[in-house]
Every structure is written in C-alpha cells, then in structure tokens.
C-alpha cells in the first residue's frame, strides 16, 4: 500500500467478516438494510444460490444428453442476445475486480481487515465465471430449460445490488465515493444481463408457451468437412482463438494437409463472395454505364461488397489505440507515486461503519494501476488481433472473389489478344498471383489509414502534458523526417520494381536456357547463354545494392529515428526549463520514452501503408483494364452478350452450378435430370437439323487474328456430316487457322459460319442454358471433340486427360487406348493411367502427349471431332495405326463428323471431303476425284508425293500382322526407351522411391519438423565470407549493449534529478544557486551515447543486407554454373519446374527475404534478452517467475512453428496449382471452348481457391493464436514486473528511475515476444530454399575437361567425318541397364547414313553418344581416327550439327536463333535460309534477319520452326549431321525438297539420319536398323529391300 495511508498496523487475529474495529458493525438497531456489512453480505445470496444450483448439472452433465438435432462441432451458438450476453460478463468480471481491488485498498485504512468489503465480489467473479461455462454447456448441448437456473440468478443479483444502490443514496453516498459508482454498474450490468435472459425465454419461448420455436443448426455445422471453426465459436475462443488448440497440437503429431483443414464455410467460399461482388457491380451498372477506362466504380463495387468488416476491424483497431496509452500513463503513474510521498489524495470518508474512497484515491495507489495496466494490456492486445483478423479475412474473400471474376472474363477472352502478344499467360497470372494480393493486403493495413491519424494526435496531446513545449519540438522532428521515411520508402519501391523487372528477365533467359538444355549442350552453346544469364543477373544485383541500400537506410531510420527524437527533447526541455525547476522526473522521462514508442510505430508504418495504398490503386487500374479486355464474338454463345448483360450471363452460369451442386448430393436426382435433358434434347436435335448433309459452313468468310489484313480470306466451305473431311497445304497456308475460325476463336470480319447440328449428348449446362435462353429454334455450336496440333494436357492423371470430366466408360476407354496403342506407354508409366503427367505432360515424349490428346477427342462421345495434325510426333506405325483403327474405323462406326488437318498425303484417298488451302484461301474443295477432274495438276503433285502402290489390300494384311508382332507384350518388356528414355527413367525411379515410406519414416519425418534446419544457417553465413560474418555479429551485439546504456543512464539521470529534488525540500533552501542542479554533465554523456546508438543502427543496417547481397550473388552464381555443368540425366530426372523453383521463388527469397527476416529476428531477439536481463537486474525475484513464463513460451513456440510451416508449406502448394489451373486455362483456352467444357473449370477454379482461402485463413488464424498468447505472455511479464518493482521501491528502496526503466522494458517485451517467434518460423521456412540450393549446388558436374588440350586437337578436326565405332556400350546412369549393347559400326567419310527401329530400340542412344551425353561404359568411338572420350567435352560438341525431334527457338532475333556464337555472316544466313524453304517468309518479315522471334517461336507454325532448326545446322557446317526425325512437323512437298537440298548442300559431309519415316532414308547409302539397343541390320538399303524377311523391308512395306 502507498505510503502515509495506512494509519495503523492491523494483526491478523483481527480478521472478520464485518472487522473488530467497529462496535456498530454487527447492530441492527436502524434496520438491517441499514447496516453496511448486512448489505454486502445479502450479496453474497445470488452467488451462492447459482454456485449449488449450476455444479451439480455442470459436473453430472445432464444438458450434453439432450440435444435433439445432430451436429458435428459443439459449437452451436442459436440463443437470442449470445454475443451481448458474453460482452456484459466481460465488464461484468472487469467491474467486480475494480471492486475487489477497491475494498483491498479502502480496507487499508481500517484497523481490522473487513472481509465483506471484498469477499462478496470475489464470490460475484465466481459466479459470473460460472454463469457464462454454464450457458455455454446449455446452449451447445440444446436444453434451453436449464437456463432458468440463471434467470434466478439475474434477478436475485439485480435485486440485492439495486437495494444496496439505493441505500447508498439514502445515507448521502454520492459520486464522489467510487464504491457508490462500482454498485451503480454492477446493478445496471446484472438488469441488463436479466434483460438478455427474459429476451432468450420470449424469443425461444421455452418456458410459458405451449410451442418453443424450433431451430436449425446452420449447413456448415451439419457438414462434417468444415473445420474452420472462427465464424461459429463463441467470443472468448474468437478473441483467443481457443478453438485453435486442438489443431496447433495436432500438427505437433502429423503433418498438416488438405483433408486435416477441410473445407471452408459457405459464407467465405469464392463462390458466395463472387456472387456479393458481382452484385455490387451490377449495382454499379443500374446506377449509369460504366465507363471503359478509371477505376472509381471497382473501388465503388469492393467497398460496397466488403466495406462493412472493415468498418468493424476499424472500430477494434480505434479501441486497441486507445487502450494502447494505458501503458505510458500507467507507468508515468506508478514511478510518480514512487518516487513522493503522495498526500494529496481526498481523504477516505467513513459511513456504514466503513471507508469510502474516492476515484483519485484509488488511482493513487501504485498496485492498482499496475493491476489497470495488466487489464488495459490484455484488452488492447486481445482488439489489436481481432482487428487484425476481420481485415485479413476480409482480404482473403476479397482476393478469392477477384480471382473468380478475372477466370470469368479469361473464359470469354479473344485468343488473338493472347497469340498476337497484347496480352500475355505471364501478365494474367501476375494479375491473379500479385495484384489480387496486393488489394488483400491493402484491405488489411487499411484500418491503419484511419487509426494512424487519431493515434498521432492523442499522442502528441499526452507528450504535450507530460513535457510541455518540448515535446511539440520533438514530434515535429518526427514529424520533419516523416517525409524522408516515405522518400527512402518510395526508392526503395522504384528499386524493387526495377529490380523485378531484371529479375523477371533472368527467369525468361533462365527457363529458355533449362527448356532447351539439350540442345544447347549439343550445340555446346549452353555458356553462351550462361553469360546472358550472368550478364542479367549483373544488373540485377546492381538494382538489388540499391534496393539493399535503401532497405538499410529505412532500417536505420527506423531506429534512429526515435534516439534522434528522445535526444532533442531532452535537450530542449532541460535548456527550456531553468536550473531550479526540476521537471524532468523519471515519471515524466520514462512516460514520455514509452508514449513515444507509440508514438513512432504509426509514422513507421506511414510509409508502408502509402507504399501498399500505391500499389493497390496500380492493381486496380490493371484489373480495369483487363475486365474491359475485347472477348470472342457472341454466335457461340447461348445468350448474346452486350455490356449490359455480360454479368447476367456469368449469373445464370453460377445460378447452374449452385443447382449443379445441389443435384449432385442425390445421386438418383442427378440421373432422372439427366435422362430428362437427354430426352430435351433429342428434340433439340431433331427440330434444329436444317440440312443432314452439311454440318459446318462457312460462307464469304474473312477472318483475322488481329485488326490489320484478314488472316484468311474468301473462305467458302462446307464439312459432310458424318464424313471424313481433310485439309491439307503447306506450312504457313492457314490450315489451323481455318479450324479456329470454323470454332468461332478468330475475329470475323465479315461472312457467316453455320453449325446445322447439335451433339447427341450435349453437357447438362449447355441444354439448361440453352432452354434458359430461349433459342430452341436457332441452333448453336455444340461440343466439339478437338485436338489441337501442340497437344494441351492437364496435370493430372492419364485417365483424367482422356476422360476429361466425362462419365468413365470402361468399354469405351479400353477401345481408345487400344486404338491410340498407348496401353505399352502406360505400362511403363510407375501408377499405370494413375500417373500424374506434370504440368504440359512433362514426363511424357511428344509422341505420348500427342496420342493422349487424339485419345481425349475419340473418348469424347461429340458429334463433330476436329484433328489438327495428331500425326507430327508419331512414327509411321503409330500413325497408321491411329489413321486405319481410330479414325477411319472407331470414328466412322459411330458416324462421326470428322474434320482432319495432316501433312500425310498418303491417306488421301481415305477423305470423304478435301479442303486445300493456300496462302490463307481455299485453293480447292470436294472429293479426290472432283480434285482430280478440276485441278489435275495439284492431283499429281499429290499422287507423286503419296508414292503408293496399288496393291492397298496385301498391305493392309501386311502391316496388321506386323503391328501385332511389334506391339508384343515381350517386346515392350524389354524395350527401354530412345526419346522416351528420360521419361521412363524418371517414372521407374518414382516407383522405386515410393515404396518407402514407413511408420519409422513418418517418426524420422516428426522428429525432423521439429528443429530448425541451422546446418541451412550455418551454410547462408559460410557464403558471407570471414570479413562480413564478424561485423555482423559484434555491430549487433555493440548496438543493442549501447541502447540499454542510453536507457541505464535516463534513469540514473532523473533519479539524481529526483534525489536533488528531495534534498533541497529538506534543506528548504532559498537562494537559486544553492539549489541548482547541473544537467550538464548528465546531458553530455547522454548527447555521446545517443550519438554513438545511431551511428551504430546505421552499421548494423548496412552490416545485414550487404552480408545477404554477398550470399545472394555466391549462391546464385554456384547454382548456374552447376546446372549449366549438369549431365542431362540431371533434368531427365527432375522436373523442370523444380529446378525453375531454384532461379525463382527460392533465389528470390534469398536475394530479398531472409536478410530482413534476419534482421528483424536477431533485433527483437536481443531487445527481448535486454528486457529480461534490465527487470532482473532492478528486481531479482523476477527470475522466479520468469521461468514458468519461459516454459510456456517454449511450448507455445515449439507447437507454433510446426504448424505455421506446414501451413505456409500448403498455402504456397495450394497456391501453385491454383495458378497452374489459370495458365493451363489460357493455354488451353481453344480446346476447354471447342469441348464446352467451360462451367466445369470454373467449378475446379472455385474448389482451387477455396483451397488456397482456406490454407490462407488457417496461417492467418494461427498467426493471431501465437501473438494472442505471447501477448498475454507479455503481458504477465508487465505484470509481474511491476508489482516485485513497486514492493521494491517501496520497501527495498530502489530507486524510481530503474522502476521506470525496468517498466518501460516490460512493455517492449510484450511488443516484441511475438516477433521472435513469428520472424524464427519464417526463418524457418526461408531456410528451406537455403537447402534446396545448396542440394542442387552439389550435383556431380560432367567432365568437361579431355585427356587431350585443344591444341593436341587437329586443326579442323573432324576434316573427313569419319565415325568408326568399337563394341560401344552405353546407359544413362551408372544404377540402369545398359541401352546400346557391343555396337558395332563404320560410317565412312561423307557417307549418307540412316537409323531405323521401332520405339525403345536405341536410336536416339546411338546420337547420343556420339556427343557423349550418355555413359560410355565399354568400348570407343573413333572420328578421324581421334577418340571422342579424350577429348575436352566443349570441342567435342562443337564440331557437330545435329536437328532434334522437337523444334527449339529462343527468344530474341532469327539472327541470334541461327547463329548466337556470331561467327557466319549475312550472306550465309541467308543461303541456311535458302536452303530451309525460309527466305520468302524471312524476307516478307519486319527486319529480315533482325526479325523478332517470340519466347518458343511462338509467332511461326510447328513447321516453320523445324525448318529454322535446319537452317540453324546448315549455318555450322560441320563435316557430321545428325537429323533426328527432323522432317515430323513439315508438309511432304517441303519435305522432299528439303531432302534433296541436304543431299546436295551436304555432298561432302557425313549424314546420320534417325528416321521414324523410313521413306526418308531410302535414298541413303547405308541403312541401320536397330532393335533392343543393338545392331540388326546393316547395309545399303538396295540390298536389304531384297531380302523380303529382313526387317528393314518390313518397315518399308508397313510405310507404304
């Protein structure tokens, strides 16, 4: 207790209910509601009544049997006044503890401790704690009755306190005293809370009425998916996040996945918030047009949809602000009452027998306002996170409803604005992945927009009390370098952009270089490219130095910041003031240093919340621009769009699949709907059909990709039903183009394209939509079953790519693999059809991916099927196969409408229909023999390219029998794989590796989430080097140790201040000189140390993000150079988004995270060690309790860490596929609206963000789980704190300014306890992408290095091209088989060599080795009679040429594409150009040779690019070529031009020729013939086609 209040010890003999000091005290002479001690005692009664009547049914649980409607959670909170009630028991207990502590401390001044005065409240926290478990227990479990029970309860307390109120007054008690206040609100909170009961019964009606209202639990709680409980739990576990525990420690014992978080509720789903944002800008659209540029109606839309949580996040966000100043008050209270003998406090007044004392009084006491502190902590605390929370889930709906709205529009985007380049897959994924993000952030730092501008004004105002003018000086010179604060912020987001921008670059350089590792590694180009990466990632680090420059100087300002403040108003207020005033106090001191630490946050912040208010206004622009984005015309839709109407569109789309849901939970329902619509629509059909001859046509057609010439031109044509229509000419004549048209992809400038028929079995929600919209007598297009010339693949399994959300058919599916022959491809895959392809069917060949797509078109029971060119990657057997049993078979039995574009003349005379285009018009139209009497001179153009013989039916017999032999299952048992071989590797590997997962693996698994990867660490600092390490080390400790010498010299400044004060009062001293006291000395030492503290912030700064600038240009260049090294095994057994993950996400992380988070996590860390270690030196016994507070800190980190990890593991996981599905989506935008398939990726677009939603959600509310408890942890820490440093003072005579010291330190401790463990998970996490690089930055280079030194070599080596090979035996890895065995073959000079064998023989292997990309185990190969194996890998490689399968283009110019090394001049690019049949196209080009060429060659045809892939090799001429069945995607006519210019062009010169079509390499001098990795066959091929039993003959027939 204070000291002077307590005028006589008390003996503890003396304790009594009523006390022993006062006679009158048990008399009842005037009536016993006139006695005191009787009043506080009838209080007691309610208590006591509800505390016998509740426990038994609490303990015997009699309510948990009773509920009538099953429910998953016990969380079902249905009584009228719920959350009212829960907010007056909150006040209710603060206001009972007021009254506790107010009886404590008015008992002080009796001379015998009366226990009524507080032991009634003490019962009353009992009972209100009671009151609210058991309503709790009732209302989860459903037995409204049992609340009669507290209805009593109510009304008895409000009884009892109201008779005591009035007795107050009667007795002259008034406002004055605080006891009279306290019984006033006690009795008006137990009338409001009898209120809310009554309320309950006439609501409910379960007691008095004869029918109680029923109710029903919400769907949510019913659905035994949804565990995300916040919406549905009552407010205490709101507030705590109670409801979390569970699933924290969960994590602890199995790792977190989808099905661990379940689903989201209904009322944060995409789909309802998409809804609720749909409607507000539908109701932006009735209030006048929107118009096509500007943003304000968005901004109108989001606040009308989302502005009401966010008005409630303010609100909390305002009340924690203001409780926020508590602190500074309180503890500028407690070290004033310290440090004097305070008296000037009303005296107590005693009545009833008993002291009453007033507000002033029982604010003066040192306890009370440290209990008051603890309160208003965790109150603050407790609204700070709820503010938090309602802004970040606000964001997240926000983001998942944008997210929907922005694959809405993608689905009706025009395909012109993505090919032609004004809209890139890479600008709409940034739009999901960044500016959706950015307004999700900047819905959650919006409450500081409003909060921020109050704070700074209340905290200026209390500076102002406490300092007077001085503090106005020191806020202005905040308030002066604001301003830098916000420039510093502004630089250092022109750096991050410019560094982005850099960044962005390198990763496109980075991913062409990783997509065409081969052949840059065949060409012996791949440092070429490297330097190019380099050369980026130079002026990438040049923008990160200054984006780390900036970042430094904002980190240095922020600490600094505050000294320089601290400093002038020191300064200030000691010159202001005269000597003999001592004002500065360590109240005033150490009230104004934590005032402002409040202070300072909300200008910090300033910055980042312009900063992200700036970005927001950008993202919002974007979006503006990209939803007002041209769409494809309306003919194929089923309602005609205007801009009025779209979005009614997009609701009857969602209004289908809302009732698509509901069908689906019945699965009879679903079937009766669909036999009904089947039924609808055979009348459709029927009524629809105009002409049965005709299914498509086209009339006067002119149609264009963009707004200049038309594309294509006069296009008149028409397509049989049920027949088999082709299209064929040359590259570039508009073949894929006419498809797209006829789809309705291309822009129509004029013309009329008619589709006369429906699907038989159209989707449920095309009908519906169609009956919806009315137009039954104009038919549409239906679903048309395409496969597009590049194959576009899910990432999903086999069978799902082929099934393609259609009902599963067993018959069926086993028909269209067996047609497609990809049952030998599936066997070899590690889950068979299970296999999950990748993204773009990475682990598949091209074949396998085209035969994938074929087979999604067949299974497709669709009327019309468009193939475009699905022959360009198969051999000749594959493609007869698929030609003879899927198209002209499979197809024609159903009575399909097939139209085919191919390059294979061969088929003809199997075509119903022949459109030939040339030049983007129809040249000619109708069947072969129409063809044959109109244009007789095409028709032997084509008959000469088709060589076929007459005699059709033996070779048909022929190639059956030859394909059974082929397709053997002991064949493909022992075939590996040629271009397959990659795949098949990585798949077998997979099988291996995914039978090893055990119950003592999951155990290591646990053990190893548990602790932090500091090996990760330990490698991060190694690559700081020696010089940067220590300076980082001993700046951080050196800065901390001076900040606490500052603070240790504040106090023991203004305790001498304090001391000096107290001197002079005692020797009454009247002459000023006597008693002056010399600031200047203090001041001195106090100007060197806060002088040094900044200059020391600015070290440390600089220290950090220059060791992370260090570490982020050593592991990046590391990591280049090893996989530029890399043996190709490497990326035939990862995939490429993983290493791409590497260069990205990972180095990003590196370059710009982990140096912050360091940062950040060494400062709140040492900030905390100094607060412990300053309150343990001002009060030791604080150690004491330090411990069980260490403990629980421990434990909740320990659980916290776990979790948060795996749930920013599964948001970033959740994230990936969410934007693979919107690329997959752009990319296959063709074939998703051919099919009509697009409400079914809507609805997996929806089940894709709720799952990204909720991971978000979940990280977010175990964000606020862990500060809620480390602030409460804080908390206690203040508490304790105060209360050992008041006894102190008090008794131990400490002095007052450690008191302020130490209390100003307990209050930092609580700010920061968080961020450690916050900043230590992210840490965590960062450290993750520290060892995946370090794990790929130990990849076995290949040797580059030869036994011989370049100049060993001969000048012009390989002069001759001679290739002798000697029992050659190689594999891919030392673990397989091998895949070339004893081989053995002469290549004579310049002779013309070609390779022939079915898939898996080795073909490829054989090239392979040649440039020693495979493991040469056993034998030689010799060239010019040189050993290939001694030579330097780099010479080696650059002395071939070699054209693959797979035709690769980078980015940048047709000149840098033929010849990066720069070593050929114009004249012979353009005679390689000359030769590739490219020169006309070249030179119709912009620029020529300086042309541009798209990322992938986007902007030429499959054709176009395989020829500048033979240009490319024309341009090295070396004395060897090897053509790996270079001719697949090329037109015959090109392809047998071409072949005989290689002949001539390359005369001289050795030709190795891998052929699938083995009519190309008839002309060859020898042939090869492989099987099983060996040689066959081998001879000229005059001589083999005479052996009829020889293989090669065999595969001659079978490619007629």
Known sequence: MMRGYRPTPVSNSTLSFCGTDNSSAYKVDNGLLNNGCFLDALGVVPHVFLLFSTFPILFIGWGSQSSKVHIHHSTWLHFPGHNLRWLLTTVLLFVLVCEIAEGIVSDGFNQSRHLHLYMPAGLGILAAITSIVYYHNIETSNFPKLLIALLIYWTLA???????FVKYDDHGIGLRQLRFCITGLLALLYGLLLGVEVNVILRRRYMWFRYPTEVKPPDDLQDLGVRFQQPFVNLLSKSTYWWMNTFITSAHKRPIDLKTIGKLPISMRALTNYQRLRKAFDAQMEDGPVPLKGSRWIWRSLRQAFGRPLVLSITFRFMADLLGFAGPLCISGIVHHISSDNHSALPPVKLLGVHFISSEAFLANAYVLAVLLFLALLLQRTFLQASYYVAIETGIKLRGAIQTKIYNKIMRLCTSNMSM??????????????????????????????????????????????????????????????????????????????????T????????????????????????????????????????????????????????????????????????????????????????????FHILVTPLFLLSSVLHSTVKALVSVQKLSEFLGSTEIETDQDPIVQTPANNNGNIKSVYALQLQAKLVNRKNKAKQDVNRNFEQQDQELTASAAQEDEVCIKIINGFFTWTQGCPTLTNIDIKVPFGQLTMIVGQVGCGKSSLLLAALGEMQKISGNITWNSLPKSDSEENVRAHYMNGRQSHPKRGSVAYASQRPWLLNATVEENILFDTAPNEKRYKEVIEVCQLQPDIDTLPQGDQTVIGERGIILSGGQRQRISVARALYQQTNVVFLDDPFSALDIHLSDHLMHEGILKFLRQEKRTVVLVTHKLQYLPHADWIIAMRDGTVQTQGTLKDIQCAEPELFEQWRTLMNRQNKENSTELKRKSFRRAMYSRDTMSLATEDEDEAADVTVSEVKDSSTSTDEDSLRAELRHRTTIPWSSFATYLRAAGMLLLPLLVLSQLTKHSLMVAIDFWLAHWTSHVIAAQMESAERNCTISRDCEFSHSSYLQVFCVLCGLGIVLCLVTSLAVEWTGLRVAKELHCSLLRIIVLAPMRLFETTPLGNILNRFSTDTNTVDQHIPATMECLSRSTLLCVSAVGVISYVTPVFLIALLPLAIACYFIQKYFRVASRDLQQLEDSTEMPLLSHYSQTIEGLTTIRAFRHEQKFKKKLLEHTDANNISSLFLSAANRWLEVRMEYVGAFVVLIAAVASITNALYSQVSAGLVGLGLTYALMVSNYLNWIVRNLADMEVQLGCVKRVSALI???????????????????????????????????????KPVLRHVNAHIKPGQKVGICGRTGSGKSSFSLALFRMVDTFEGQILIDGIDIAKLPLQMLRSKFSIILQDPILFSGTIRFNLDPERKATDKMLWEALEIAQLMPVVKALPGGLDATVTEGGE???QGQRQLFCLARAFVRKSSILIMDEATASIDMATESILQKVVMTAFA?????????????????????VMKHGAIVEYDEPEALLEQKDSVFSAFVRADK
């Open 158 to 164: 409000f009884i009892t306190k109201t008779i005591k």
């Open 421 to 502: 380049g004004d809209m890139t897959t890479a600008q709409i994924c940034s739009l999901v992945a960044r500016d959706t993000n950015h307004l999700m952030w900047f819905f959650f730092l919006c409450p500081n927009l409003w909060a921020m501008p109050v704070q700074i004004v209340i905290g200026v105002l209390l500076l102002y009390s406490l300092l007077g003018v001085s503090a106005l000086i020191g806020a202005t010179v905040i308030a002066v370098l604001a301003p830098l604060q916000y420039f510093v912020a502004t630089r250092l987001s022109r750096a991050q952009k410019s560094t982005l921008e850099y």
């Open 504 to 595: 962005s670059e390198r990763l496109k350089k980075t991913n062409e270089l990783l997509r065409g590792i081969k052949l840059l590694k065949l060409y012996a180009w791949e440092h070429i490219f490297r330097s190019s990466v380099e050369e980026t990632r130079r002026q990438e680090l040049t923008n990160l130095r200054t984006f780390a420059l900036y970042t430094s100087l904002s980190i240095f300002m922020n600490a600094a910041i505050p000294i320089a403040a601290v400093l002038t108003i020191f300064v200030v207020h000691v010159h202001v003031h005269s000597a003999t005033d001592f004002d500065l106090s360590p109240a005033v001191a150490f009230g104004s240093l934590s005032l």
């Open 1338 to 1376: 130990h990849t076995q280079p290949e040797s580059y290095d030869g036994l011989m030194t370049p100049a060993q070599v001969p000048a012009g080596w390989p002069k001759y091209g001679e290739i002798q090979i000697n029992n050659l035996s190689v594999r891919y890895d030392t673990s397989l």
């Open 1499 to 1501: 902007n030429f045809s």
């Open 1548 to 1568: 001289d010169r050795t030709v190795v020729t891998i052929a699938h079509r083995v009519h190309t390499i008839l002309g060859s001098d020898a042939v090869i």
